[in-house]
Protein backbone atom coordinates (compact mmCIF):
# COMPACT_ATOMS: atom_id res chain seq x y z
CA UNK A 1 0.00 0.00 0.00
CA UNK A 2 1.47 3.67 -0.72
CA UNK A 3 1.33 5.72 1.87
CA UNK A 4 0.93 9.77 1.03
CA UNK A 5 2.91 11.69 2.58
CA UNK A 6 1.39 14.66 5.57
CA UNK A 7 2.21 17.05 3.02
CA UNK A 8 0.45 15.97 0.46
CA UNK A 9 -2.70 15.63 2.32
CA UNK A 10 -2.60 18.72 4.09
CA UNK A 11 -2.24 20.40 0.44
CA UNK A 12 -5.45 18.52 -0.17
CA UNK A 13 -7.28 19.78 2.76
CA UNK A 14 -7.55 22.99 1.11
CA UNK A 15 -8.92 22.33 -2.04
CA UNK A 16 -12.14 21.92 -2.76
CA UNK A 17 -13.69 18.34 -4.61
CA UNK A 18 -14.14 20.64 -7.66
CA UNK A 19 -10.61 21.79 -8.76
CA UNK A 20 -9.65 18.20 -7.71
CA UNK A 21 -12.41 16.91 -10.45
CA UNK A 22 -10.89 19.01 -12.60
CA UNK A 23 -7.61 17.82 -12.43
CA UNK A 24 -8.24 14.37 -12.39
CA UNK A 25 -10.36 15.43 -15.72
CA UNK A 26 -6.85 17.07 -16.99
CA UNK A 27 -5.22 13.99 -16.33
CA UNK A 28 -7.35 11.41 -17.72
CA UNK A 29 -8.27 9.84 -14.16
CA UNK A 30 -11.69 8.16 -12.92
CA UNK A 31 -12.11 9.25 -9.75
CA UNK A 32 -16.03 11.06 -9.40
CA UNK A 33 -18.28 8.99 -6.81
CA UNK A 34 -21.73 9.45 -8.67
CA UNK A 35 -24.70 9.78 -6.14
CA UNK A 36 -22.88 9.93 -3.07
CA UNK A 37 -24.08 12.51 -1.50
CA UNK A 38 -23.27 13.82 2.31
CA UNK A 39 -25.80 13.14 5.29
CA UNK A 40 -24.64 16.29 6.48
CA UNK A 41 -24.38 19.36 5.16
CA UNK A 42 -21.18 21.62 5.54
CA UNK A 43 -18.78 18.93 6.21
CA UNK A 44 -16.10 17.62 4.42
CA UNK A 45 -13.32 14.80 4.44
CA UNK A 46 -9.87 14.15 3.39
CA UNK A 47 -7.78 11.03 4.01
CA UNK A 48 -6.34 7.55 3.13
CA UNK A 49 -9.01 4.58 2.14
CA UNK A 50 -10.00 2.24 4.58
CA UNK A 51 -11.90 -0.60 2.32
CA UNK A 52 -14.30 -2.87 3.35
CA UNK A 53 -15.95 -5.52 1.43
CA UNK A 54 -19.72 -6.70 1.82
CA UNK A 55 -21.57 -10.09 0.15
CA UNK A 56 -25.58 -11.32 1.27
CA UNK A 57 -25.38 -13.61 4.11
CA UNK A 58 -25.51 -17.09 4.13
CA UNK A 59 -26.55 -19.82 6.56
CA UNK A 60 -23.87 -18.27 8.94
CA UNK A 61 -24.35 -14.67 9.43
CA UNK A 62 -21.52 -12.81 9.86
CA UNK A 63 -20.55 -9.29 11.44
CA UNK A 64 -21.59 -5.36 10.09
CA UNK A 65 -19.18 -3.57 11.25
CA UNK A 66 -16.96 -4.55 13.98
CA UNK A 67 -14.13 -4.25 11.46
CA UNK A 68 -14.42 -0.55 12.73
CA UNK A 69 -12.27 -1.10 15.64
CA UNK A 70 -9.17 -1.99 13.03
CA UNK A 71 -9.79 1.48 11.27
CA UNK A 72 -6.48 4.20 12.55
CA UNK A 73 -7.25 8.13 13.29
CA UNK A 74 -7.19 9.75 10.44
CA UNK A 75 -8.62 7.33 7.72
CA UNK A 76 -11.97 7.19 5.99
CA UNK A 77 -14.02 3.91 6.04
CA UNK A 78 -14.85 2.85 2.19
CA UNK A 79 -17.82 0.57 2.58
CA UNK A 80 -18.57 -1.93 -0.71
CA UNK A 81 -22.61 -2.79 -0.54
CA UNK A 82 -22.76 -3.19 -3.93
CA UNK A 83 -25.15 -0.23 -3.97
CA UNK A 84 -27.68 -2.18 -2.22
CA UNK A 85 -30.37 0.62 -1.18
CA UNK A 86 -32.57 -2.20 0.72
CA UNK A 87 -30.62 -2.64 4.00
CA UNK A 88 -27.97 -0.45 5.45
CA UNK A 89 -24.47 -0.96 7.02
CA UNK A 90 -24.01 2.37 8.55
CA UNK A 91 -25.42 3.63 12.05
CA UNK A 92 -25.22 6.03 15.12
CA UNK A 93 -23.69 3.18 17.13
CA UNK A 94 -20.74 3.20 14.47
CA UNK A 95 -21.05 7.07 14.10
CA UNK A 96 -20.30 7.80 17.81
CA UNK A 97 -17.33 5.17 17.79
CA UNK A 98 -16.29 6.99 14.65
CA UNK A 99 -15.91 10.48 16.13
CA UNK A 100 -14.87 9.32 19.67
CA UNK A 101 -11.59 7.71 17.11
CA UNK A 102 -11.11 10.26 14.98
CA UNK A 103 -12.07 8.62 11.83
CA UNK A 104 -11.82 10.74 9.25
CA UNK A 105 -15.53 9.81 7.47
CA UNK A 106 -17.10 7.30 5.39
CA UNK A 107 -18.32 6.43 1.95
CA UNK A 108 -20.84 3.83 1.25
CA UNK A 109 -21.85 2.45 -1.74
CA UNK A 110 -25.31 1.54 -0.42
CA UNK A 111 -27.50 3.25 2.42
CA UNK A 112 -27.07 4.85 6.10
CA UNK A 113 -29.62 4.95 9.01
CA UNK A 114 -30.01 6.33 12.31
CA UNK A 115 -29.56 10.02 10.29
CA UNK A 116 -30.57 12.35 13.65
CA UNK A 117 -27.70 10.74 15.14
CA UNK A 118 -25.22 11.27 12.24
CA UNK A 119 -26.35 14.91 12.35
CA UNK A 120 -25.96 15.05 15.78
CA UNK A 121 -22.49 14.60 15.34
CA UNK A 122 -21.67 16.22 12.45
CA UNK A 123 -20.06 12.91 11.19
CA UNK A 124 -19.35 12.97 7.49
CA UNK A 125 -21.47 10.15 6.18
CA UNK A 126 -21.29 9.96 2.43
CA UNK A 127 -24.11 7.92 0.80
CA UNK A 128 -26.75 6.57 -1.89
CA UNK A 129 -29.13 7.62 1.17
CA UNK A 130 -30.72 6.42 4.10
CA UNK A 131 -32.99 3.69 5.18
CA UNK A 132 -33.70 2.16 8.49
CA UNK A 133 -33.39 -1.58 7.48
CA UNK A 134 -30.97 -3.23 9.32
CA UNK A 135 -28.09 -4.96 7.37
CA UNK A 136 -27.56 -7.60 10.29
CA UNK A 137 -28.69 -11.16 9.12
CA UNK A 138 -28.86 -9.57 5.52
CA UNK A 139 -25.23 -8.52 4.40
CA UNK A 140 -21.71 -9.42 5.94
CA UNK A 141 -18.49 -8.24 5.86
CA UNK A 142 -16.33 -10.78 4.43
CA UNK A 143 -13.30 -8.98 3.69
CA UNK A 144 -11.27 -5.12 4.95
CA UNK A 145 -8.65 -3.75 3.30
CA UNK A 146 -8.98 -5.34 -0.21
CA UNK A 147 -9.81 -3.09 -3.69
CA UNK A 148 -13.20 -2.23 -3.75
CA UNK A 149 -16.01 -0.26 -5.76
CA UNK A 150 -18.09 2.52 -5.28
CA UNK A 151 -19.95 3.77 -8.28
CA UNK A 152 -18.44 1.93 -10.52
CA UNK A 153 -15.55 3.32 -9.32
CA UNK A 154 -12.04 1.10 -8.56
CA UNK A 155 -10.97 1.89 -4.71
CA UNK A 156 -7.64 0.63 -3.23
CA UNK A 157 -6.76 0.48 0.57
CA UNK A 158 -4.85 4.02 1.22
CA UNK A 159 -5.95 6.25 -2.08
CA UNK A 160 -7.55 9.19 -1.23
CA UNK A 161 -10.87 9.97 -0.30
CA UNK A 162 -12.17 13.18 -0.65
CA UNK A 163 -15.88 14.70 -0.07
CA UNK A 164 -17.61 17.87 0.61
CA UNK A 165 -21.12 18.98 -0.43
CA UNK A 166 -20.46 18.79 -4.15
CA UNK A 167 -19.78 15.53 -3.58
CA UNK A 168 -17.09 12.53 -3.46
CA UNK A 169 -13.85 11.51 -4.75
CA UNK A 170 -11.11 8.68 -5.12
CA UNK A 171 -7.06 9.84 -5.63
CA UNK A 172 -5.01 6.95 -6.68
CA UNK A 173 -2.29 6.81 -4.09
CA UNK A 174 -0.01 6.49 -6.33
CA UNK A 175 -1.06 9.44 -8.47
CA UNK A 176 -1.83 11.85 -5.41
CA UNK A 177 1.21 14.40 -5.94
CA UNK A 178 0.94 14.97 -9.76
CA UNK A 179 -2.88 14.98 -9.22
CA UNK A 180 -2.58 17.61 -5.92
CA UNK A 181 0.20 20.10 -8.41
CA UNK A 182 -2.80 20.13 -11.14
CA UNK A 183 -5.56 20.30 -8.84
CA UNK A 184 -3.50 23.65 -6.94
CA UNK A 185 -2.73 25.08 -10.04
CA UNK A 186 -6.38 25.12 -11.36
CA UNK A 187 -7.30 26.41 -7.92
CA UNK A 188 -4.90 29.53 -8.18
CA UNK A 189 -5.99 30.14 -11.88
CA UNK A 190 -9.49 30.08 -11.15
CA UNK A 191 -8.91 32.51 -7.88
CA UNK A 192 -7.71 34.74 -10.51
CA UNK A 193 -10.80 34.73 -12.48
CA UNK A 194 -12.80 35.71 -9.08
CA UNK A 195 -10.34 38.63 -8.37
CA UNK A 196 -11.22 39.58 -11.53
CA UNK A 197 -15.11 39.22 -11.74
CA UNK A 198 -15.28 41.50 -7.93
CA UNK A 199 -13.25 44.35 -10.28
CA UNK A 200 -15.73 44.37 -12.74
CA UNK A 201 -14.57 42.25 -15.59
CA UNK A 202 -16.61 40.22 -18.02
CA UNK A 203 -16.56 36.61 -17.43
CA UNK A 204 -15.52 36.34 -20.89
CA UNK A 205 -12.59 38.70 -20.45
CA UNK A 206 -11.95 36.78 -16.81
CA UNK A 207 -11.72 33.60 -18.26
CA UNK A 208 -9.86 34.05 -21.41
CA UNK A 209 -7.39 35.93 -18.79
CA UNK A 210 -5.60 32.65 -17.87
CA UNK A 211 -7.24 30.22 -20.57
CA UNK A 212 -10.05 29.28 -18.50
CA UNK A 213 -11.51 26.22 -21.14
CA UNK A 214 -8.25 24.46 -21.26
CA UNK A 215 -7.93 24.08 -17.26
CA UNK A 216 -9.60 21.03 -17.69
CA UNK A 217 -9.08 19.26 -21.16
CA UNK A 218 -7.02 16.38 -20.98
CA UNK A 219 -3.15 17.06 -22.23
CA UNK A 220 -3.24 16.02 -25.92
CA UNK A 221 -7.19 16.95 -26.48
CA UNK A 222 -6.58 20.44 -27.20
Not at 34 to 50: K, N, T, Y
Not at 89 to 115: E, F, Y
Not at 119 to 135: A, I, L, N
Request: proline share 4%.
Amino acid sequence: MIEISSAILDGFKKLDTTCVSDALDKLGITGGLLGIRPVVEGVSFCGPAFTAHYVPCGIDKGTVGDFLDDVAPGQVVVLDNGGRVDCTVWGDLMTISSTRRGIAGTVIDGVCRDVPGIRKYRYPVFTRGCYMVTGKDRVQCDRTNVPVAVSGVYVSPGDLMMGDDSGALVIPAEKAEQVYETAKAIAEREAVIEQELHRGASLRDARAAVNYHQLQTRAGLR
